[in-house]
């Protein structure tokens, strides 16, 4: 989990610099991740969780959403990617802010790069308004990168648009980085790496 909190921060889920207008959105995220990464280095020592802003919640637990999301948009063995992928994500979300379960993204279909982009919407709009539900006025300094995280929701939606391909490319490279991390079989792996080159077609 720590390592992969390590490639969340360096390898941004954002085509940082490619897609202009996203500066704002940029800057957040970049903020987020190294929270996110102080708070991992906390949990695997089993020290209390340092301070973190409410957008760090409302990230890590929208990536707790997606995460399911995910595995079942690919079609992999559930048991495997929940016990394997999801289930560290949800406890240290718990362990970020203590919640019941997360919101579940709906289901998306397309092709597997529309559904990357479908999904990466979703999840930034749960983002978006699970920061504005726990974080009140908090969030009012992050008001562009949330506009920002708006606006192009509707482009990733848009096959044409040059944020899908710049998105797209960025997160088969996230991907690559954070799959890598986790322990999945061998099936698995070979379902997941097939997925993923079917969505690399659409570049
Ligand atoms: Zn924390």
């Not at 903020?31 to 209390?48: E, G, N, Y």
């Not at 009140?136 to 300094?141: M, T």
């Not at 995280?149 to 960025?170: H, T």
């Amino acid at each position: 989990m720590l390592k992969c909190m390590e490639v969340n921060s360096k390898y941004m889920r954002l085509p940082a610099g490619k897609v202009a207008g996203l500066e704002a959105m940029t800057d957040f995220y970049r903020r987020i991740a190294s929270q996110s990464l102080d708070c991992a280095q906390a949990w695997v020592k089993d020290s209390p969780c340092p301070d973190h802003e409410p957008a760090t919640d409302a990230f890590t637990w929208g990536v707790v959403a997606w995460s399911d999301a995910f595995g079942l948009s690919m079609g992999v063995d559930m048991a495997e990617w929940s016990r394997l992928f999801v289930s560290p994500h949800h406890e240290f979300a718990c362990y970020i802010k203590p919640l019941e379960d997360p919101e579940p993204l709906p289901d998306v279909d397309g092709s597997p790069a529309d559904i990357i982009l479908k999904l990466d919407a979703l999840w930034m709009e749960l983002v978006i308004k699970l920061t504005s539900q726990w974080g009140l006025f908090h969030h009012l300094k992050d008001k562009g990168a949330l506009l920002e995280a708006q606006r192009v929701g509707g482009e990733l939606r848009n096959p044409g648009s040059p944020a899908y391909k710049a998105f797209l490319e960025s997160d088969l490279t996230f991907f690559h980085h954070l799959f890598k991390s986790f322990p999945f079989s061998e099936k698995t792996r070979k379902h997941i790496n097939a997925w993923l080159k079917k969505a690399e077609e659409a570049l």
